[in-house]
């Protein structure tokens, strides 16, 4: 199983929906950024939470909130509109701290599958 463990800032507002099965479901945008100044990199992630778990985020995150996530990590390609390709970076969460400590080796924390991506 993979995981990924990710803090960052939300990019927007949370959106709510309910499945077709009626469960709850909660997705955000989440920027992680690492390095100082003109090292600066920002990853974007859509994160994707369920249940409980997605009535609580729509409860505590808004945008520019500082979280930590934890979930299942996938890479999906899709097409954009100019017909180029686009890489997106998805987290289904299992797990969220709403105020996490902003600890230097926490917020520059790396997980495996970044290896696979070159990052």
């Excluded at 959106?15 to 992680?32: D, N």
């Excluded at 003109?38 to 945008?63: G, N, S």
């Excluded at 990590?73 to 686009?86: A, H, L, N, P």
Aim: hydrophobic share 35%; charged share 30%; net charge negative.
């Amino acid at each position: 199983m993979n995981s990924l463990r990710i803090t960052g800032n939300a990019g927007k507002d949370p959106v709510s929906r309910t499945t077709k099965s009626g469960k709850a479901m909660a997705s955000f945008s989440l920027a992680h950024t690492e390095g100082k100044d003109d090292q600066k990199k920002t990853i974007w992630f859509d994160v994707l939470a369920f249940d409980d778990l997605a009535e609580e985020v729509m409860d505590k995150v808004q945008k520019g909130k500082y979280v930590l996530v934890e979930g299942k990590f996938s890479i999906e390609e899709y097409e954009k509109r100019d017909g180029t390709t686009g890489i997106a970076y998805k987290v289904l969460c299992n797990n969220i701290v709403f105020d996490p400590a902003r600890k230097s080796d926490q917020a520059t924390e790396k997980s495996d599958a970044f290896s696979d991506v070159g990052f």
